[in-house]
């Protein structure tokens, strides 16, 4: 027997060195083959830096799909010995196989070569599952990164409600794809186990199940810490006055394990405890089952916590931009339609520029003097004035972190708040050269959707009359660009 497997042994051995070769260089090798697709996805294309950090996310979901797909295929091939895993069974699979080919009685050379290949076929399906799993595994630690960065980049195109609207879609559904990949990630008895103690997600958004799956996955991670007993070496092996003993942990497993492996682990526990496959090691193998399961679940719930992060931003952004939306019909209804065109002018024509300092400001003011002087008196200031008075401040910080998601403003908007006393007073008085010398201090060459946040914030919350929301906008115009002194100054007149 043991000359027959000889040759089993010396295969598998080098199939060993070929693969610890592999694993080695596994983390290097995986992110210069991601890089070469990046290059070949963008072909010396002149990209915006937001279109370049999509291809680099979008190749690297389909790197990882591919991966996916290889795993799959390969799956089947691993099992052709008795349909169990031959990791960590190599040493008993193929011998019993071996036994029953000797005695068929219709054993000859070629049907033994072609056992032997079947043997290094399912040991190198195994490991190249293993290889397969840890390059996705890599290449899924570098998703969130990627998606940051797409975040970034894109935070400063400017874009309108729709389209912003639409890049919210487009990134609640890749962090849908991420969430697929991460628990997929798991093996599968863990999955199951996942599904079961989940229980029905019917009626939840996106974020409340990832946060929901993310506690769950805590949850059973402790259970299973919980249920880790002591580990104790098997009893010696005693023949013919020798004495072998063994030490507590199987020293051929050992952690970390990869997808692939911890399922065979599990099948070797299931083994070890259902059928007569003997029980060395099992307190072993039965406490390193479940402090791996417990590894693996505890990453998959720190994946799928950045997972809610990102997600409940993206439902922010998509709800501050129906708020807009809603807010732009509300200045409709209560100063008129002319309004609200003024209003979505206002803030279109802010993104992409940035705050103007005092004296453009003030140069810029000056061309509505003339008929603000004629509109405003002494009781209009003082209306608008107490209309400040009676902002709801609460109301208004929530303003403000709707209306800066919804327009895109990237700035602290918050910082702001200490511009409503300035308002207050330049209100009364008439002159405003003091409030545009204070948001010099404070934002000058920021983003000017910060500014047109802050005033419909203001809107919202204060009861502003028609005169006053004139008077904002030809304040918040001067502080961005001339392109609506006419406008604004023709919808004065008419007031």
Same mark, same amino acid.
């Given at each position: 027997?043991?000359?027959?497997?000889?040759?089993?042994?010396?295969?598998?051995?080098?199939?060993?060195?070929?693969?610890?070769?592999?694993?080695?260089?596994?983390?290097?090798?995986?992110?210069? $083959? *991601?890089?070469?697709?990046?290059?070949? !996805?963008? +072909?010396?294309?002149? =990209?915006?830096?937001?279109?370049?950090? %999509? /291809?680099?996310?979008?190749?690297?979901?389909?790197?990882?799909?591919?991966?996916?797909?290889?795993?799959?295929?390969?799956?089947?091939?691993?099992?052709?010995?008795?349909?169990?895993?031959?990791?960590?069974?190599?040493?008993?699979?193929?011998?019993?196989?071996?036994?029953?080919?000797?005695?068929?009685?219709?054993?000859?050379?070629?049907?033994?070569?072609?056992?032997?290949?079947?043997?290094?076929?399912?040991?190198?399906?195994?490991?190249?599952?293993?290889?397969?799993?840890?390059?996705?595994?890599?290449?899924?630690?570098?998703?969130? $990164? *990627?998606?940051?960065?797409?975040?970034? !980049?894109? +935070?400063?195109?400017? =874009?309108?409600?729709?389209?912003?609207? %639409? /890049?919210?879609?487009?990134?609640?559904?890749?962090?849908?794809?991420?969430?697929?990949?991460?628990?997929?990630?798991?093996?599968?008895?863990?999955?199951?186990?996942?599904?079961?103690?989940?229980?029905?997600?019917?009626?939840?958004?996106?974020?409340?199940?990832?946060?929901?799956?993310?506690?769950?996955?805590?949850?059973?991670?402790?259970?299973?810490?919980?249920?880790?007993?002591?580990?104790?070496?098997?009893?010696?092996?005693?023949?013919?006055?020798?004495?072998?003993?063994?030490?507590?942990?199987?020293?051929?497993?050992?952690?970390?394990?990869?997808?692939?492996?911890?399922?065979?682990?599990?099948?070797?526990?299931? =083994?070890?405890?259902?059928?007569?496959?003997?029980?060395?090691?099992?307190?072993?193998?039965?406490?390193?089952?479940?402090?791996?399961?417990?590894?693996?679940?505890?990453?998959?719930?720190?994946?799928?916590?950045?997972?809610?992060?990102?997600?409940?931003?993206?439902?922010?952004?998509?709800?501050?931009?129906?708020?807009?939306?809603?807010?732009?019909?509300?200045?409709?209804?209560?100063?008129?339609?002319?309004?609200?065109?003024?209003?979505?002018?206002?803030?279109?024509?802010?993104?992409?520029?940035?705050?103007?300092?005092?004296?453009?400001?003030?140069?810029?003011?000056?061309?509505?003097?003339?008929?603000?002087?004629?509109?405003?008196?002494?009781?209009?200031?003082?209306?608008?004035?107490?209309?400040?008075?009676?902002?709801?401040?609460?109301?208004?910080?929530?303003?403000?972190?709707?209306?800066?998601?919804?327009?895109?403003?990237?700035?602290?908007?918050?910082?702001?708040?200490?511009?409503?006393?300035?308002?207050?007073?330049?209100?009364?008085?008439?002159?405003?050269?003091?409030?545009?010398?204070?948001?010099?201090?404070?934002?000058?060459?920021?983003?000017?959707?910060?500014?047109?946040?802050?005033?419909?914030?203001?809107?919202?919350?204060?009861?502003?009359?028609?005169?006053?929301?004139?008077?904002?906008?030809?304040?918040?115009?001067?502080?961005?660009?001339?392109?609506?002194?006419?406008?604004?100054?023709?919808?004065?007149?008419?007031?």
């Amino acid at each position: 027997m043991a000359e027959f497997m000889n040759e089993q042994v010396y295969s598998q051995q080098q199939i060993d060195n070929e693969y610890n070769a592999r694993f080695n260089t596994l983390i290097t090798d995986t992110a210069r $083959e *991601l890089e070469e697709r990046k290059v070949a !996805a963008k +072909s010396a294309q002149v =990209l915006a830096p937001s279109e370049s950090a %999509a /291809v680099d996310q979008q190749v690297t979901l389909e790197f990882i799909d591919s991966k996916k797909k290889q795993y799959i295929s390969i799956v089947p091939n691993i099992y052709g010995l008795y349909g169990q895993s031959p990791f960590f069974m190599m040493g008993v699979l193929p011998r019993q196989k071996m036994r029953e080919f000797l005695n068929s009685g219709s054993a000859d050379s070629q049907a033994l070569m072609s056992l032997y290949s079947m043997f290094d076929n399912v040991y190198k399906s195994a490991l190249e599952l293993k290889a397969l799993s840890l390059s996705v595994d890599i290449l899924a630690g570098k998703l969130a $990164e *990627l998606a940051n960065s797409r975040s970034q !980049a894109e +935070s400063v195109v400017p =874009l309108d409600g729709a389209a912003w609207f %639409a /890049v919210q879609n487009q990134r609640l559904s890749i962090i849908g794809l991420e969430l697929d990949i991460h628990a997929q990630q798991l093996p599968e008895f863990l999955q199951t186990e996942l599904v079961a103690a989940a229980g029905s997600l019917t009626g939840m958004t996106q974020t409340q199940v990832l946060l929901h799956y993310k506690a769950t996955l805590e949850r059973m991670a402790s259970t299973k810490m919980a249920e880790i007993r002591p580990v104790v070496a098997p009893p010696p092996f005693k023949r013919g006055g020798v004495t072998i003993n063994f030490t507590a942990a199987n020293p051929k497993i050992s952690s970390p394990l990869s997808k692939p492996e911890l399922e065979a682990l599990n099948e070797l526990v299931y =083994l070890q405890t259902h059928t007569p496959i003997g029980t060395k090691w099992l307190s072993y193998h039965d406490a390193l089952l479940k402090a791996e399961s417990a590894r693996h679940l505890t990453s998959t719930s720190s994946a799928l916590g950045g997972l809610a992060e990102r997600s409940n931003e993206a439902e922010q952004i998509q709800s501050a931009i129906k708020f807009t939306m809603d807010f732009y019909k509300e200045v409709s209804e209560r100063f008129g339609v002319r309004a609200e065109a003024l209003a979505k002018e206002l803030s279109k024509n802010a993104k992409g520029n940035t705050i103007r300092n005092a004296g453009e400001a003030i140069k810029a003011f000056d061309q509505y003097k003339n008929v603000l002087s004629k509109k405003f008196g002494v009781k209009d200031r003082e209306a608008i004035a107490r209309a400040l008075d009676a902002l709801d401040k609460d109301v208004m910080s929530k303003n403000l972190t709707a209306f800066g998601k919804g327009l895109k403003a990237i700035s602290n908007i918050t910082d702001l708040f200490s511009l409503l006393a300035e308002a207050k007073t330049s209100s009364r008085s008439g002159d405003w050269v003091p409030f545009f010398v204070k948001v010099e201090s404070l934002v000058v060459g920021k983003g000017a959707t910060t500014l047109v946040a802050f005033m419909f914030g203001l809107t919202a919350a204060t009861p502003l009359t028609i005169l006053g929301f004139a008077l904002l906008t030809a304040v918040m115009g001067a502080l961005i660009d001339d392109a609506l002194v006419g406008k604004i100054n023709d919808y004065v007149i008419n007031l």
